[in-house]
């Protein structure tokens, strides 16, 4: 029975333990799909922002430019908000 007490104790604390090891692991995964996803987004929001002020050369850029700058917004927000 005693022996059956201490299992029963010292197996939540080692589960506890997974736990916080597997909560740590998934931080660190959104931590950097977070940041790999913002840079990409952040390189192109830089090109469209200068197709819209005629700093670049392109093409029928006044029918998608705002479009595309308010997708890339709206795609960072959700990034932050993993």
Do not use: W
Not at 10 to 15: A, E, I, L, M
Not at 52 to 65: F, L
Request: with cysteine.
């Amino acid at each position: 029975m005693y022996e059956t007490l201490l299992d029963s104790i010292s197996n939540p604390q080692f589960k506890n333990k997974e736990i916080l090891i597997l909560e740590k692991i998934k931080y660190d995964f959104f931590k950097g799909v977070s940041h790999e996803l913002k840079k990409p987004l952040a390189s192109l929001k830089i090109i469209l922002e200068k197709m819209k002020y005629n700093v670049g050369k392109s093409k029928n850029r006044d029918v998608y430019i705002d479009d595309c700058i308010d997708l890339v917004d709206h795609l960072t927000k959700n990034i932050q908000q993993i």
